[in-house]
T-cell receptor
Framework: AQRVTQPEKLLSVFKGAPVELKCNYSYSGSPELFWYVQYSRQRLQLLLRHISRESIKGFTADLNKGETSFHLKKPFAQEEDSAMYYCALRAGNTPLVFGKGTRLSVIA | KAGVTQTPRYLIKTRGQQVTLSCSPISGHRSVSWYQQTPGQGLQFLFEYFSETQRNKGNFPGRFSGRQFSNSRSEMNVSTLELGDSALYLC?????????????FGPGTRLTVL
Protein backbone atom coordinates (compact mmCIF):
# COMPACT_ATOMS: atom_id res chain seq x y z
CA ALA A 1 0.00 0.00 0.00
CA GLN A 2 1.10 3.54 -0.63
CA ARG A 3 2.23 5.62 2.29
CA VAL A 4 3.21 9.26 2.75
CA THR A 5 5.32 10.35 5.69
CA GLN A 6 5.79 13.90 6.88
CA PRO A 7 8.24 13.56 9.75
CA GLU A 8 7.69 17.00 11.28
CA LYS A 9 4.39 17.91 12.92
CA LEU A 10 5.51 21.46 13.49
CA LEU A 11 8.19 23.56 11.83
CA SER A 12 9.01 27.03 13.06
CA VAL A 13 11.24 29.36 11.07
CA PHE A 14 12.03 33.06 11.15
CA LYS A 15 10.79 35.37 8.45
CA GLY A 16 13.32 35.50 5.63
CA ALA A 17 14.86 32.15 6.52
CA PRO A 18 14.75 29.18 4.12
CA VAL A 19 12.03 26.62 4.55
CA GLU A 20 12.05 22.91 3.79
CA LEU A 21 9.03 20.75 4.54
CA LYS A 22 9.91 17.09 4.25
CA CYS A 23 7.85 14.43 2.52
CA ASN A 24 8.81 10.81 1.94
CA TYR A 25 6.67 8.22 0.25
CA SER A 26 6.55 4.50 -0.28
CA TYR A 27 5.34 3.22 -3.62
CA SER A 28 7.09 0.95 -6.03
CA GLY A 29 5.72 2.49 -9.21
CA SER A 30 5.69 6.01 -10.62
CA PRO A 31 3.50 8.16 -8.41
CA GLU A 32 2.07 11.60 -8.79
CA LEU A 33 3.00 13.82 -5.88
CA PHE A 34 1.19 16.91 -4.63
CA TRP A 35 1.43 19.53 -1.93
CA TYR A 36 -1.80 20.89 -0.45
CA VAL A 37 -2.03 23.87 1.89
CA GLN A 38 -4.64 24.91 4.41
CA TYR A 39 -4.42 28.48 5.69
CA SER A 40 -6.19 29.43 8.89
CA ARG A 41 -9.98 29.41 8.42
CA GLN A 42 -9.64 28.55 4.75
CA ARG A 43 -10.30 25.37 2.86
CA LEU A 44 -7.69 22.90 1.75
CA GLN A 45 -6.27 23.82 -1.64
CA LEU A 46 -3.72 22.49 -4.08
CA LEU A 47 -0.38 24.27 -3.88
CA LEU A 48 1.60 22.43 -6.51
CA ARG A 49 2.08 19.10 -8.24
CA HIS A 50 5.31 17.54 -9.37
CA ILE A 51 4.30 17.03 -13.00
CA SER A 52 3.80 20.75 -13.58
CA ARG A 53 7.22 21.67 -12.20
CA GLU A 54 5.93 25.12 -11.30
CA SER A 55 6.88 27.54 -8.58
CA ILE A 56 3.81 28.69 -6.68
CA LYS A 57 4.08 31.51 -4.13
CA GLY A 58 7.84 30.97 -4.24
CA PHE A 59 7.56 27.29 -3.29
CA THR A 60 9.12 24.51 -5.34
CA ALA A 61 9.27 20.76 -4.90
CA ASP A 62 11.33 18.21 -6.75
CA LEU A 63 10.49 14.56 -6.97
CA ASN A 64 13.51 12.45 -6.04
CA LYS A 65 12.69 8.88 -6.99
CA GLY A 66 15.97 7.55 -5.64
CA GLU A 67 15.25 8.89 -2.17
CA THR A 68 11.44 8.59 -2.61
CA SER A 69 11.08 12.17 -1.44
CA PHE A 70 9.15 15.25 -2.49
CA HIS A 71 10.32 17.99 -0.17
CA LEU A 72 8.75 21.45 -0.38
CA LYS A 73 11.16 24.36 -0.36
CA LYS A 74 11.11 28.12 -0.27
CA PRO A 75 14.25 30.27 -0.06
CA PHE A 76 12.76 33.09 2.04
CA ALA A 77 9.79 32.42 4.31
CA GLN A 78 7.03 35.00 4.67
CA GLU A 79 4.57 35.39 7.54
CA GLU A 80 1.68 34.61 5.18
CA ASP A 81 3.22 31.19 4.56
CA SER A 82 2.13 30.09 8.02
CA ALA A 83 -0.31 27.25 7.41
CA MET A 84 -0.82 23.50 7.49
CA TYR A 85 0.90 21.69 4.62
CA TYR A 86 -0.03 18.23 3.41
CA CYS A 87 1.93 16.06 1.02
CA ALA A 88 -0.18 13.66 -1.05
CA LEU A 89 0.43 10.78 -3.42
CA ARG A 90 -1.65 9.33 -6.20
CA ALA A 91 -0.87 5.96 -7.76
CA GLY A 92 -2.67 5.39 -11.02
CA ASN A 93 -6.38 6.06 -10.71
CA THR A 94 -6.51 5.47 -6.97
CA PRO A 95 -7.59 8.14 -4.48
CA LEU A 96 -5.10 10.52 -2.97
CA VAL A 97 -3.14 9.32 0.04
CA PHE A 98 -2.22 12.15 2.37
CA GLY A 99 0.52 12.54 4.92
CA LYS A 100 -0.43 13.70 8.40
CA GLY A 101 0.64 17.24 7.69
CA THR A 102 3.20 19.73 8.92
CA ARG A 103 2.24 22.99 10.55
CA LEU A 104 4.55 25.76 9.39
CA SER A 105 4.88 28.75 11.67
CA VAL A 106 6.81 31.74 10.35
CA ILE A 107 7.98 34.01 13.15
CA ALA A 108 8.33 37.74 12.48
CA LYS B 1 -18.31 29.42 -10.29
CA ALA B 2 -19.47 28.63 -6.79
CA GLY B 3 -17.17 26.38 -4.83
CA VAL B 4 -17.93 23.12 -3.08
CA THR B 5 -20.48 23.61 -0.33
CA GLN B 6 -21.09 21.43 2.69
CA THR B 7 -23.97 21.45 5.13
CA PRO B 8 -24.23 21.69 8.00
CA ARG B 9 -20.98 23.33 8.98
CA TYR B 10 -21.19 22.16 12.60
CA LEU B 11 -22.94 19.25 14.27
CA ILE B 12 -23.09 17.97 17.81
CA LYS B 13 -24.41 14.47 18.37
CA THR B 14 -24.33 11.89 21.12
CA ARG B 15 -23.00 8.36 21.01
CA GLY B 16 -25.29 5.91 19.28
CA GLN B 17 -27.02 8.49 17.13
CA GLN B 18 -26.69 8.71 13.39
CA VAL B 19 -25.81 11.68 11.23
CA THR B 20 -26.11 12.71 7.58
CA LEU B 21 -23.76 15.20 5.97
CA SER B 22 -24.36 16.84 2.61
CA CYS B 23 -22.02 18.00 -0.13
CA SER B 24 -22.80 19.99 -3.27
CA PRO B 25 -19.98 19.84 -5.82
CA ILE B 26 -18.89 22.50 -8.24
CA SER B 27 -21.26 22.70 -11.19
CA GLY B 28 -20.17 20.24 -13.86
CA HIS B 29 -18.15 18.07 -11.50
CA ARG B 30 -19.27 14.48 -11.45
CA SER B 31 -16.94 13.04 -8.84
CA VAL B 32 -17.32 13.58 -5.11
CA SER B 33 -14.89 12.24 -2.54
CA TRP B 34 -15.16 12.28 1.23
CA TYR B 35 -12.34 12.50 3.75
CA GLN B 36 -12.10 12.40 7.52
CA GLN B 37 -9.63 14.86 9.02
CA THR B 38 -8.39 14.47 12.59
CA PRO B 39 -5.36 15.92 14.38
CA GLY B 40 -3.91 12.48 14.99
CA GLN B 41 -4.51 10.78 11.66
CA GLY B 42 -4.60 13.70 9.25
CA LEU B 43 -6.72 13.21 6.14
CA GLN B 44 -8.10 9.76 5.53
CA PHE B 45 -10.06 8.80 2.43
CA LEU B 46 -13.57 7.53 3.05
CA PHE B 47 -15.07 6.97 -0.39
CA GLU B 48 -15.54 8.39 -3.86
CA TYR B 49 -18.69 8.57 -5.93
CA PHE B 50 -18.90 9.11 -9.64
CA SER B 51 -22.14 9.25 -11.59
CA GLU B 52 -24.09 7.88 -8.63
CA THR B 53 -21.77 4.86 -8.23
CA GLN B 54 -19.24 4.25 -5.51
CA ARG B 55 -15.92 3.99 -7.27
CA ASN B 56 -13.45 3.72 -4.42
CA LYS B 57 -13.72 2.99 -0.74
CA GLY B 58 -11.30 3.59 2.08
CA ASN B 59 -10.66 1.48 5.13
CA PHE B 60 -13.57 2.52 7.33
CA PRO B 61 -16.22 0.38 9.01
CA GLY B 62 -19.61 -0.22 7.45
CA ARG B 63 -21.14 2.40 9.74
CA PHE B 64 -19.86 4.90 7.23
CA SER B 65 -21.85 5.01 4.03
CA GLY B 66 -22.64 7.42 1.28
CA ARG B 67 -24.57 8.01 -1.86
CA GLN B 68 -24.67 10.35 -4.80
CA PHE B 69 -27.69 11.74 -6.55
CA SER B 70 -28.30 12.37 -10.23
CA ASN B 71 -27.38 16.05 -9.79
CA SER B 72 -24.00 14.92 -8.37
CA ARG B 73 -24.84 16.09 -4.86
CA SER B 74 -23.63 13.59 -2.30
CA GLU B 75 -24.54 12.61 1.22
CA MET B 76 -22.53 10.76 3.80
CA ASN B 77 -24.12 8.87 6.66
CA VAL B 78 -22.56 7.64 9.87
CA SER B 79 -24.65 5.34 12.02
CA THR B 80 -24.19 4.38 15.66
CA LEU B 81 -21.83 7.24 16.32
CA GLU B 82 -18.76 6.70 18.47
CA LEU B 83 -16.63 9.26 20.28
CA GLY B 84 -13.82 8.57 17.84
CA ASP B 85 -15.96 9.76 14.94
CA SER B 86 -15.48 13.34 16.08
CA ALA B 87 -13.65 14.96 13.19
CA LEU B 88 -13.80 17.42 10.34
CA TYR B 89 -15.40 15.74 7.35
CA LEU B 90 -14.24 17.14 4.03
CA CYS B 91 -15.85 16.74 0.69
CA UNK B 92 -13.98 17.29 -2.55
CA UNK B 93 -15.21 17.40 -6.10
CA UNK B 94 -13.50 16.97 -9.44
CA UNK B 95 -14.61 16.78 -13.03
CA UNK B 96 -13.92 13.11 -13.67
CA UNK B 97 -12.38 11.70 -10.52
CA UNK B 98 -9.53 11.70 -8.06
CA UNK B 99 -7.29 9.79 -10.40
CA UNK B 100 -7.69 12.22 -13.26
CA UNK B 101 -8.40 15.79 -12.27
CA UNK B 102 -7.61 18.26 -9.53
CA UNK B 103 -9.86 18.05 -6.51
CA UNK B 104 -11.50 21.09 -4.99
CA PHE B 105 -12.31 20.90 -1.33
CA GLY B 106 -15.26 22.19 0.63
CA PRO B 107 -15.01 23.97 3.99
CA GLY B 108 -15.90 20.81 5.89
CA THR B 109 -18.46 19.76 8.47
CA ARG B 110 -17.18 19.70 12.04
CA LEU B 111 -18.81 16.74 13.82
CA THR B 112 -18.56 16.48 17.59
CA VAL B 113 -19.75 13.30 19.26
CA LEU B 114 -20.44 13.56 23.00
Amino acid sequence: AQRVTQPEKLLSVFKGAPVELKCNYSYSGSPELFWYVQYSRQRLQLLLRHISRESIKGFTADLNKGETSFHLKKPFAQEEDSAMYYCALRAGNTPLVFGKGTRLSVIA
Amino acid sequence: KAGVTQTPRYLIKTRGQQVTLSCSPISGHRSVSWYQQTPGQGLQFLFEYFSETQRNKGNFPGRFSGRQFSNSRSEMNVSTLELGDSALYLCASSILGTGVNEQFFGPGTRLTVL
